[in-house]
């Protein structure tokens, strides 16, 4: 099989709708999310899913409750993806990470970590920006944040990327015979200081196994498509139609190349959907109907890529899409869960396996493997 469309299963235990928890069946309580985790990397990695996505969101309250009743307390992503890498084989696992209310060389080493005990199936989403609850939380200004963000999040970026390659993949000779445990001439100070970010290095873990983490990022700013176009791997943005995303993925693609990015390695474009899928068109519309009816009144919800239908409907609908060129997959936000997540698998991804558009098996053993992208080079190759 060529090209094969993407596609991601974006965690949240207490659904993708904010009526979700309340449907017969539905988990319910943060609680238990270690149990819903096993659950759905099971059931997304056996339908052959590229990642499991987590994002993040560094505040909490009560308004959330009838909006985004997920936010309200979970598991940390980067938690999450190291507890997961003992329980799966061969998915992907992406975390997210605030550049502005990180610190590089903590994140470094985490994720250079998580890939190694992953066996090299770590991805790091992006969260670049500022609000002033998370402010609050990190004793931070604001204004100050929002206006520095991208600019931070691209010194953090290049700064990791220098941390990442601290080790090159062959530093460690292990010559028992000599005693000689490092050639030392592999192993390569950071230095880095930027305007706001600042580290020493080396980084004391290895390598990641993929060389380099993938990175996604999410929006479609100009500074976020700058962000992906010149250092990301996977963009993740919202469209309501074909049009608009076959022209952002085309600029997208243009502004890597121009930007010295070879072919092999243009981001790739993702975007969310909200399938409610069920054996008959009625008894998807039927769910579909009482989800709604069960959002609180005056609740504003916002559904990005709504889709409501049985099992080939929706296979229609992402094919479509997929092969009109105007994206490269897709991240599926599960209703609730673990029934709607698994009605896509046993629904959904057979119709679009028998199409030929995704895989029947796994072919690689990393994310980078599975998205298409190669092992890259060491900076300090490349300066050499």
Do not use: C
Not at 17 to 30: H, I
Not at 203 to 227: C, D, F, K, M, Y
Not at 326 to 336: N, P, T
């Amino acid at each position: 099989m060529g090209e094969h469309m993407i596609l991601g299963a974006a965690f949240r235990a207490l659904g993708g709708f904010p009526s979700g928890w309340r449907m017969p069946g539905a988990e319910r309580s943060p609680r238990r999310e270690p149990t819903v985790l096993v659950k759905a990397a099971k059931i997304a990695e056996q339908a052959r899913f590229d990642y499991l996505y987590f994002g993040d969101w560094l505040s909490t309250g009560p308004e959330l409750e009838a909006t985004a009743p997920h936010l309200l307390a979970r598991v940390d992503p980067l938690s999450a993806v190291a507890f997961l890498a003992a329980s799966t084989r061969r998915i992907g696992l992406i975390t997210s990470v605030n550049t502005t209310y990180s610190e590089v060389y903590a994140i470094a080493r985490q994720t250079a970590s998580v890939d190694l005990l992953s066996g090299g199936r770590l991805g790091l989403n992006l969260h670049v920006g500022a609000n002033a609850l998370a402010a609050a939380n990190h004793g931070k200004d604001v204004e100050w944040d929002r206006l520095n963000a991208y600019d931070r999040a691209v010194e953090f970026l290049d700064a990791m990327r220098l941390l990442w390659d601290s080790w090159d993949d062959d530093a460690f000779v292990a010559d028992a015979a000599s005693g000689r445990l490092i050639d030392q001439s592999r192993l390569h100070p950071t230095d880095f200081t930027g305007r706001f970010v600042q580290t020493a290095g080396p980084l004391n873990a290895l390598r990641p196994v993929q060389g380099a983490v993938p990175i996604t990022h999410t929006g479609t700013s100009p500074r976020a498509h700058e962000l992906v176009a010149t250092r990301g791997n996977l963009a993740i943005a919202d469209f309501e139609s074909a049009a608009e995303a076959f022209n952002y993925r085309a600029e997208l693609r243009a502004a890597a190349l121009a930007a010295g990015r070879e072919e092999s390695e243009l981001p790739k474009l993702v975007i969310p959907v909200l399938p409610v899928v069920a054996a008959t068109p009625e008894r998807a519309q039927a769910l579909a109907d009482e989800l709604l009816s069960l959002i609180a009144p005056g609740t504003r919800a916002r559904l990005p890529g709504l889709l409501v239908g049985d099992g080939p409907a929706v296979a229609d609908r992402l094919e479509q899409w997929f092969g009109s060129g105007a994206v490269d997959g897709f991240q599926i936000l599960s209703a609730w869960m673990p029934a709607q997540l698994d009605a896509f698998a046993e629904l959904v991804v057979p119709e679009l396996q028998a199409r030929g558009v995704v895989r029947t098996e796994y072919e690689g053993r990393t994310l980078r493997g599975h998205l298409g992208l190669r092992h890259p080079l060491s900076s300090y190759a490349v300066d050499a």
